[in-house]
């Protein structure tokens, strides 16, 4: 009986317009946001020139240097955090690391237009096409009057109800199929965009954590055709729960994790920082005081040897303080945010929408698990090649290296990237929790169909 | 006339005393409440930032220094455009001219604001849509509108009111017209609630504190978003009098909807990538250290011109961008509410050619005052003029197009 009802219903969607309009909007969109944004990821690659791809960069004879990270290619499916994800910070030897530099002169259509990407697409549209398909599924045939002719033969209401969702969702699928299919063809084709095994593993996850989402958003729609009488209302209904799940619970659980979880202010960071700073630095003042005395009292008329000591003194405090003592503030700090985050990702799973963002992006590495990686693994190089240097000057006494970037003395820069498995077993609880909210959603949709009318 | 204000009477009558209305003024007023708290809260995070920068640096230190950041915006909690992206710290480093173009963004200054930036979940605003005034209505009040008008034809039709309601003397052009002025009416009533709640926040609120310029261009954005959901409301009558059936009249103006608000934008400014490419960064900084001849003076001001034309290709594909995309009024919406709000292109680039006069004046040995005065309002409204003129446009060649459609329409 499920099967013919299902059959049933597969074949009045196929027939119906909204099929085909779902088809043409995928279609249209995936692929046409895919090709863009794997055009941007190529033009990415150009603009940044050395400065990407994973490791260190140091133009010859320069006391600064960066280091980086290769642009996450998924970010051609999600983009994440865009163009606020660090992809390279910028370091120098007497001063701290520095992320979140961007270009002055720049398009900015790109920051006033927000990104349509895969999941821009299944958040937004699909959720609407997915009410579109199902708003009338009940209460639609309430108004026809054909909801009590079917109810006249023997079908259970719950098979009625698993009907209505797998018709509409099978249908829907079916119309998003030649679309992803266009998309991995982009991705597979495009000169610019080069996915490896874990990128096409973790684009498969993708895909299917979309289909799962939207499938949520079915359920939700059937459940709202059995409480209202009227198609009209199911609509209104159905827009005002969307708003509620996909722009306010999302948006409004940082500031709630925020009161929970509150985090030093900016002030007092910085005011930490600096009166640290300046408690470090009076006995490094004193001892470049002490030699200068010892050498005559007038920086002008010391050798060159002598001027290289003084200020070798400084350079020396500067490695030892950016890289151990400024950093376990940072660190700590990045903690906090990170805990802060965590708890603001907890609260948003009442929103479907809010998982979907939050696991896509770390699938992909555009998110903020990524961020905080690539911070860390800056943070921890800092410290490596300070030790390296520390270790090379005891050694041999040369202390030009505080000056000078010694290629020798840089170790390996890796940002940690956990692999799809990873990612998966990590969030495993959001998995579940949208297969929770189909099986909720149906229970809800279960009990209202029972107690109603038809 | 007695006639017309009759049924307008009774569109309004059915229509605020039905409950999708009602749910949608609800609905509105909780948007517009979430959005003015969040984004005063993101602008007063940003005040505080701007504030710890930039008080009292004299100009002595701002000499020394070169540091500096742009004050943001009130009006950024309605309409958040690039305030964000030019509120960071800028640095005029020993590179330039030789590196990038006028300033490089970040440095030491960056730091403590980027961490702060994150650790207030300022990271969200790019993981989640920012929703500022101007997002909902471009995005979801535009798509309430649609719901609400797709069904007027054809939904009466499907009822068998509408043959009744024609049976009578009734033009059809007052009839289209009064379902259209009847159902913008209670739209723009359940609107209300939400505004005003809006406006009530906005004066009592001590972190956002606006002057009486500030107030006209608030209304001028309100006045703006009242066009734009015109257009999407006769959109939604336009296709209901393309259709006899309210389920296909919706998908089909969802579609619409959909590739005009979403689509049309992006690819508009993707397309204008493609037609005027920027040289990379990378490759520009190249050339220009390539360049090196005569003393320091000569060799400065042609790097000057250099970055004049490289500034000038950037502004060349933001025009064309900008263009193509105002193919979808969601564009003009937002670019005009952008400029309204001080937190548009325009605003932008006037900054930013405010900063490079100054320091190349600097450089020449005229040393000035660094003021950056904002566009002013007859600056902003003349600068919107376009935009207003599409949005009435559009308007004016959907109604059109639902008249026509209207009087081909089977009523029976």
Known sequence: MLLTLVRKEILGQILNVRFYVSFALAFLFLISATYILATDYGWMQKEFGPLIGEGFYNPQGWDRFWVCREIPPLRVLSTGLGDSLSLRSHNTISEGCYFGESQFVHNLLGDILSHLDFLFFINIVGSLLAFTFTYDAISGERQRGTLRQMMANPVRRAVLLLSKFFGSYLSFVISLLPALAGVVLVLYLHPDVEFGASDWKASFWLFLLALLNIGVFFMLGVFVSCVTREPKTTLTALMAIWVLLVLVVPNFSPLVAAGLHPIPAFHQVQGQIDSLSQEHAEPVHREQHKFLDAHGGDYEALSEEDKMEYQAIWRDHCRTFYAEELTKIWEAFFNKMDAQAKLAQHLSLISPSAILTYLASDLSHTGIESEHAFRFATIRFRRRYAANVGEHIQRTGDKTKLWVIDNKLVPAFVVPRPTVSEVISTHLPQFIALVLYIFLFFCGAQITFIRSSI | ?412
């Open chain 2, 1 to 412: 006339m007695r006639l017309l204000r009759t049924l307008i009477q009774r569109e309004l009558l059915e229509d605020l005393t039905s409950s999708r209305y009602i749910l949608t003024s609800v609905l509105c007023v909780i948007l517009c409440l979430t959005s003015i708290i969040l984004m005063s809260g993101d602008y007063e995070r940003r005040l505080e930032r701007y504030n710890f920068r930039m008080s009292g640096l004299t100009q002595d230190e701002l000499l020394r220094t070169l540091c500096f950041a742009k004050r943001p915006q009130p009006l950024s909690v309605i309409s958040r455009g690039v305030d964000e992206v030019m509120g960071r710290p800028l640095n005029i480093t020993g590179w330039q001219p030789e590196e990038e173009p006028i300033a490089h963004v970040g440095g030491r200054s960056a730091e403590g604001q980027h961490l702060y930036g994150s650790a207030q979940g300022q990271h969200l605003f790019e993981l989640f849509t920012t929703p500022d005034f101007v997002y909902i209505v471009g995005m979801i009040l535009s798509a309430f509108a649609i719901f609400l008008s797709f069904g007027t034809i054809c939904g009466e039709k499907q009822t068998n009111t509408l043959s009744l309601l024609m049976s009578y003397s009734i033009r059809r052009p007052t009839l289209l017209f009064a379902k259209w002025m009847g159902g913008y009416i209670s739209l723009l009533i359940s609107l209300c609630p939400a505004m005003l709640l809006m406006l009530v926040f906005l004066t009592v609120s001590s972190s956002v504190s606006l002057q009486g310029e500030d107030w006209m261009r608030l209304l001028g954005i309100i006045g703006f978003s009242f066009v734009y959901l015109l257009i999407f409301f006769t959109l939604g009558l336009f296709t209901s009098t393309l259709t006899h059936r309210p389920a296909t009249a919706l998908i089909l103006v969802l579609f619409i909807w959909a590739l005009w608000v979403l689509g049309v934008p992006r690819i508009g400014c993707s397309v204008a990538k493609g037609l005027r490419p920027i040289q990379p960064n990378h490759t520009f900084g190249l050339h220009k250290r390539a360049v090196r001849q005569g003393s320091v003076e000569d060799y400065r001001e042609i790097l000057w011109k250099m970055d004049d034309q490289y500034i000038a290709t950037v502004d060349g594909q933001m025009e064309l961008g900008r263009d193509l995309s105002r193919f979808s009024p969601f564009a003009s919406y937002v670019y005009a509410s952008s400029t309204l709000a001080k937190t548009g292109i325009s605003d932008a680039q006037n900054f930013r050619q405010q900063v490079s006069d100054w320091d190349r004046e600097r450089r020449r040995g005229r040393v000035t005052q660094l003021t950056l005065p904002p566009l002013r309002l007859e600056q902003s409204f003349g600068e919107i003029t376009t935009d207003l003129t599409l949005l009435l446009l559009w308007n004016v060649l959907l109604f059109a197009g639902a008249h026509v459609a209207f009087l081909r329409y089977d009523v029976r």
